[in-house]
């Protein structure tokens, strides 16, 4: 109990951190993410993953601005304990919609750890990844490829309904902030957090195949910029901004059951 808590400490301190001196807040409209995903079960409760997403465009314009399809491995050790591969491949007319609005990266692979346990009748997951978000030139874009850290932890609990349906409340919080090994010397000091991101969600299982997630998230992006002055060089305003997007979205996933899966498997929310 004593190692979750301190997670969930190192966790509150960082959103804290990046709430607390927060100058300027601007909340964007609502952006809709639609998911589909195709899961194979593999020996145990290993998996491979393919899923296809599109958002929309919350400044408005075409209705849907970017789509994303993803892939991933998974490899459980035992109950607790597991890793694996990803890569994100992102295309649109817009190139900064990755996971997080703001965050640019067209190609996308990484790899992650996860620790699964329990808090009374609740499960409780910690996820850490690593990633590399690559960028291409598209329409005279200057973004820049970065190394990502990403922090999720989230806590859920199955109910069963029937032979075949039950459904999971879930709650997640998950923090990302650029790997920074060496900062310029004239390079503004960075945000504890860039981005920060809070989903509430209930998984619908109604068959050991088919299930789908209606969910809700507001993400927010940690902005620090130069601060504005008036003409005696006070500061009006300051450089610090939090950029907050409602999101609401729809995970439908199909499970096919591999000749070495059993349909009883312990299959992880579709926010892998």
């Given at each position: ?14 959103l804290l951190a990046t709430t607390a ?185 109604v068959s050991p195949r088919i299930d ?7 993400q927010t992006r940690y902005f620090k ?48």
């Open positions: 109990m004593h190692y979750y808590s301190s997670i969930l400490c190192v966790a509150g301190g960082c001196t927060a100058q300027r807040r601007d909340v964007r409209s609502l952006t809709l993410l639609p998911e589909a995903q195709v899961e194979l079960a593999l020996k145990g409760n290993d998996y491979l993953l393919a899923g296809f997403n599109l958002i929309t465009n919350p400044d408005g314009g075409s209705t849907f601005a970017a789509g994303q399809f993803r892939l991933g491995y998974e490899h459980f050790w035992n109950e607790r304990w597991s890793a694996g591969a990803t890569l994100r491949v992102l295309g649109g007319s817009n190139y900064s919609y990755g996971d997080f609005l703001g965050l640019d990266g067209n190609v996308t692979p990484g790899v992650l750890v996860r620790h699964s346990g329990k808090i009374g009748a609740f499960n409780f997951g910690q996820r850490l990844a690593l990633e590399y978000a690559t960028t291409f030139d598209a329409v005279g874009s200057n973004n820049e490829s970065r190394a990502l850290t990403r922090l999720r932890l989230d806590l859920d609990r199955v109910f069963p309904l029937g032979e075949k349906l039950a459904i999971r409340p879930r709650i997640a919080y998950e923090v990302v902030t650029y790997l920074r090994l060496q900062r310029d010397e004239n390079q503004l000091k960075e945000r504890v957090v860039d981005f920060g991101n809070l989903r509430a969600e209930v998984g619908v299982r789908f997630t209606p969910w809700v998230a507001s910029g130069l601060p504005s002055l008036d003409i005696n060089g006070n500061v009006i305003r300051s450089g610090r901004a939090n950029f907050v997007t409602p999101l609401a979205g729809l995970d439908v996933r199909l499970t096919l059951l591999g000749k070495k899966s059993n349909s009883d498997r312990q299959q992880l929310p579709t926010q892998h």
